[in-house]
């Protein structure tokens, strides 16, 4: 099982990107897939996830209304759609598999760098 994250990158205050974390290894139509990111000097956080079951979405209060967690089966990869981006948004972004045969997997970070 393998994630990697992508599509990081410089943005200008209230820009938008979108980050891709593609899946090998298993359906991700079956599995809960999670966004998270960390800045530094900062605790890892969690931003929102992707339900397993019907797709349904939670998200942090930090990005509700900002942020938006999709998935496209046939790519088997999940997106964040990221909006009105912030100087706070800056640091790097995980995409994670929390429960998979009793291991969780992380994807390697893609670091979002918001310029005022």
């Known amino acids: 099982v393998q994630l990697q994250a992508s599509g990081g990158g410089l943005v200008q205050h209230g820009g938008s990107l979108r980050l891709s974390c593609f899946v090998s290894?298993?359906?991700?139509?079956?599995?809960?897939i999670g966004w998270f990111r960390q800045a530094p000097g900062k605790e890892r956080e969690e931003l929102c996830c992707?339900?397993?079951?019907?797709?349904?979405?939670r998200y942090a209060d930090s990005v509700k209304g900002r942020f938006t967690v999709s998935r496209d089966d046939a790519k088997n990869t999940v997106y964040l759609q990221m909006n009105s981006l912030k100087s706070e948004d800056t640091a790097t972004y995980y995409c994670k598999l929390p429960y998979y045969r009793g291991m969780h997997y992380w994807g390697k970070g893609t670091q979002v760098t918001v310029s005022s």
């Open positions: 290894g298993v359906t991700v139509n079956y599995q809960h």
């Open positions: 992707i339900s397993s079951e019907d797709g349904g979405t």
